[in-house]
């Protein structure tokens, strides 16, 4: 795909035009961008009922309408912690692509594990990429850079962050321990399985279908047992050279993607909930729950 162009999840809508002030660079749109959203579990506030509601925001025009509603405001005018809209990496992440794709920048969002939250454990995390004109730069929009860090949170090397797709075949290979990989170090939420299904988020977010990190579809499953650990394999090596320049790999990708019932969502979706909330189904089409 062309990662210049809009997804129906990226896309700004009918409020596309309060793109046009922010900053080019990448400081200063992902400053602006921290100033728009707040963690839903980091950002030290604890958000109930509709305001906790806002993590599902799965269209950047949804938390910009939102945003607007409650702020009327130009995006870099600052706004309160606890008037930000709640969300996720994956939103700091889809909100940072959008504005880059507004102004022409080709940006994408990247799927794995994080080394730089917990000691000795790697949270799930949502990463931007972006074409500088040369390569693909990696940025963590959701982190102040500052000598806190033992990396550029701007331009990060490889390490720090690892795909889903890389962690995956690492398990497979016995390098990593799976128990290391998950939501939390005290969440049952981690593991094998939990590794394999990002590995499917993975695909689908460089596919243009930026979905929640807690939706759920096709091949995705909550136990390794019955699951297809060879069709995983297969789409996590395409998945790595793919990331290591190889075109054919990322051919095949879209090909399988779009021909497997199994890697892509279809018009309705399963929507689950970090809070253990009961799942929802969700027409993507009609941007619906379905009752």
Same mark, same amino acid.
């Given at each position: 795909?062309?990662?210049?162009?809009?997804? /129906?999840?990226? *896309? #700004? =809508?009918? &409020?596309?035009?309060?793109?046009?002030?922010?900053?080019?660079?990448?400081?200063?749109?992902? !400053?602006?961008?921290?100033?728009?959203?707040?963690?839903?579990?980091?950002?030290?506030?604890?958000?109930?009922?509709?305001?906790?509601?806002?993590?599902?925001?799965?269209?950047?025009?949804?938390?910009?309408?939102?945003?607007?509603?409650?702020?009327?405001?130009?995006?870099?005018?600052?706004?309160?912690?606890?008037?930000?809209?709640?969300?996720?990496?994956?939103?700091?992440?889809?909100?940072?692509?959008?504005?880059?794709?507004?102004?022409?920048?080709?940006?994408?969002?990247?799927?794995?594990?994080?080394?730089?939250?917990?000691?000795?454990?790697?949270?799930?995390?949502?990463?931007?990429?972006?074409?500088?004109?040369?390569?693909?730069?990696?940025?963590? /929009?959701?982190? *102040? #850079? =500052?000598? &806190?860090?033992?990396?550029?949170?701007?331009?990060?090397?490889?390490?720090?962050?690892?795909? !889903?797709?890389?962690?995956?075949?690492?398990?497979?290979?016995?390098?990593?321990?799976?128990?290391?990989?998950?939501?939390?170090?005290?969440?049952?939420?981690?593991?094998?399985?939990?590794?394999?299904?990002?590995?499917?988020?993975?695909?689908?977010?460089?596919?243009?279908?930026?979905?929640?990190?807690?939706?759920?579809?096709?091949?995705?499953?909550?136990?390794?047992?019955?699951?297809?650990?060879?069709?995983?394999?297969?789409?996590?090596?395409?998945?790595?050279?793919?990331?290591?320049?190889?075109?054919?790999?990322?051919?095949?990708?879209?090909?399988?993607?779009?021909?497997?019932?199994?890697?892509?969502?279809?018009?309705?979706?399963?929507?689950?909930? /970090?809070?253990?909330? #009961?799942?929802?189904?969700?027409?993507?089409?009609?941007?619906?729950?379905?009752?």
């Amino acid at each position: 795909m062309n990662y210049a162009d809009q997804t /129906p999840y990226s *896309d #700004p =809508g009918e &409020h596309a035009g309060l793109f046009d002030a922010l900053p080019s660079d990448i400081a200063g749109l992902t !400053a602006v961008i921290r100033n728009l959203l707040i963690h839903y579990r980091g950002g030290g506030i604890e958000f109930t009922g509709d305001r906790y509601e806002e993590i599902n925001h799965r269209w950047v025009s949804a938390m910009l309408a939102t945003d607007q509603r409650r702020n009327g405001a130009a995006l870099a005018v600052p706004r309160q912690p606890f008037d930000r809209v709640v969300g996720c990496c994956r939103d700091y992440t889809l909100m940072t692509v959008s504005a880059l794709r507004h102004k022409g920048i080709p940006a994408r969002s990247r799927i794995g594990f994080a080394s730089y939250f917990v000691d000795g454990f790697n949270p799930d995390h949502v990463v931007v990429e972006y074409w500088n004109g040369e390569r693909w730069v990696m940025v963590d /929009p959701q982190l *102040d #850079p =500052g000598p &806190h860090w033992s990396f550029d949170p701007q331009d990060m090397a490889p390490g720090p962050f690892r795909s !889903a797709a890389e962690v995956w075949l690492g398990y497979r290979s016995g390098v990593p321990d799976d128990a290391d990989f998950g939501v939390d170090p005290a969440s049952p939420i981690k593991g094998g399985w939990f590794i394999r299904n990002y590995v499917f988020y993975q695909l689908a977010h460089l596919q243009g279908d930026e979905l929640l990190l807690w939706d759920t579809w096709g091949a995705m499953t909550d136990s390794l047992d019955g699951a297809d650990l060879e069709l995983t394999d297969e789409i996590a090596t395409l998945l790595v050279a793919a990331d290591n320049g190889d075109d054919a790999a990322a051919e095949v990708l879209t090909a399988r993607y779009t021909a497997d019932p199994k890697l892509h969502p279809t018009d309705q979706i399963t929507q689950l909930s /970090p809070a253990g909330n #009961p799942p929802r189904t969700v027409d993507l089409k009609r941007r619906m729950v379905v009752p």
